[in-house]
């Protein structure tokens, strides 16, 4: 496999960002247009969260919509809603400090905020034209410094999920300054994706979360197996300064299952992630992905800064798909400028049994599902692409490593001899864990 590593030398963080200019959000709020307070015109309580408020949001967005839109003032409180709909031209302005409290009832999955078209109730009758509406030129954005999805005094419970932010069907739309504080629940904070058709949906003007920037966004205390930001289908959007404490910050894992899930055109800059897996993961699963360029990014105390990982075909896509291939990214994606700091506060997923070196055994907490360790940091950068496609990897720098040091791509070879599964039932039984 072809590997760029021009260097293992200090990140460098006045590189010039040039790649992908046109991915990104372009500024149509009207500071001069119609503004509505959700307070003072529509009887908003900051009532602690102890009501669900989702109506109220909707209504202001609906009556904004029907006038072409405008701004939407949600002043600083501590509210609950889920499910709020925005519609194209509205732009929810949320003061810094405000606490959104998910609407999340036992048993269920929820979400905050969809940025998607209406469409008729029943699914079977929906026509092309149905399926290929899109809303456009929407933001929520948190005025002053960050507004806070808060779902962190929920515990994880199976068959319930939770995001803060979807976009699907969506064209030139804007997240800002948004804190998301989880607690190691399913589903990532914010989540793009496709519109799954039976049509040809490549002809269309929009079939995905399009045209957009997501930038200065946290979460903190993400699962293992989600994150910050997860990329289904996405096409000419910008990332930039997102942190995650857990997960991975930026997930580019494109669906497993849906032959329309895949990313284009996708720019990122100063990716932070710390205690987690990662801070940019590359997943294609079957889908036949786009250029992705990134830059400055930083693990602390993570596995790996960054996690590149081999396509591969479910069996039940394809049943759905059978000219299903293996997934790619396109020649030319890349990342630069990489620093990984070690700890042992990582989430370290249990196929990585055989590199961890034994020495560290004794550090290792199987906290998560019977699959995550709370453990070491393996290395910077982990490819396991062997040889399908190429992700081309520049100036790596590593912190602390007592292992790996001269090491700043570690692929399968680099494993110790044996099998990973043996080696983690070996462990539990030495360590008294559950098996």
Known sequence: MKRIVKSVLPLCISVLFTAGASAKYTEVMDPN??????????????????SDQSAIFQQAINELAVRGGG???????????????????????????????????????SMMFLM????????????EKDEMTYIENVSIRGVGGPFIIDYSDRERAKGEGSRGILTKMVKNFLIENLDVRDNYSTYCGITLTPQQTQYDSSKWPVSRSTDGTIRNCRIFNASPGYGLTQLHGAQTVYFENLYAKGGVTLRLETGALGDKTAVYDITAKNITN??????????????????????????????????????????????????????????GSYVKNITAVFGKTA??????????????????????????????????VKDAAEGHFTINIEN???EGFK?????????????????????????????????
């Not at 693990?299 to 396509?311: D, L, Q, W």
């Not at 001269?406 to 559950?434: F, S, V």
Request: glycine residues 10%; charged residues 25%.
């Open 71 to 109: 701004r939407i003032i949600v002043p600083k409180g501590t509210y609950q809603l889920a499910g709020v709909k925005l519609r194209s031209n509205i732009h929810l302005l949320i003061d810094a400090g405000t606490v959104l409290k998910l609407y999340w009832p036992a048993g269920t999955k």
């Open 403 to 435: 292992y790996n040091a001269d090491k700043p791509i570690i692929t399968p070879a680099d494993a110790r001899p044996g099998k990973w599964g043996t080696e983690l039932r070996k462990w539990k039984a030495e360590h008294g864990a559950a098996q």
């Open 33 to 50: 247009g119609p503004v509505k307070n959700l307070k003072s015109d529509y009887g908003l309580k900051d009532d602690h969260a102890a």
């Open 116 to 127: 998607d078209a209406e469409r008729p109730e029943n699914k079977k009758k929906w026509t």
């Open 274 to 331: 710390e205690n987690g897996r990662c801070a940019v993961m590359f997943g294609p699963h079957s889908a036949m992905n786009g250029l992705v360029q990134v830059e400055n990014v930083k693990s602390i105390s993570s596995t790996y800064a960054v996690s590149i990982g081999k396509g591969g075909v479910k069996k039940k896509e394809l049943e759905n798909n059978p000219d299903a291939t293996d997934g790619i990214f396109a020649e």
């Open 347 to 380: 989430q370290v997923k249990g196929q990585m049994m055989m590199f961890i070196p034994e020495e560290y055994y004794d550090d290792l907490d199987l906290v998560w599902e019977n699959k995550f360790f709370r453990g070491p940091s393996i290395g910077g």
């Open 396 to 398: 790596v720098k590593l």
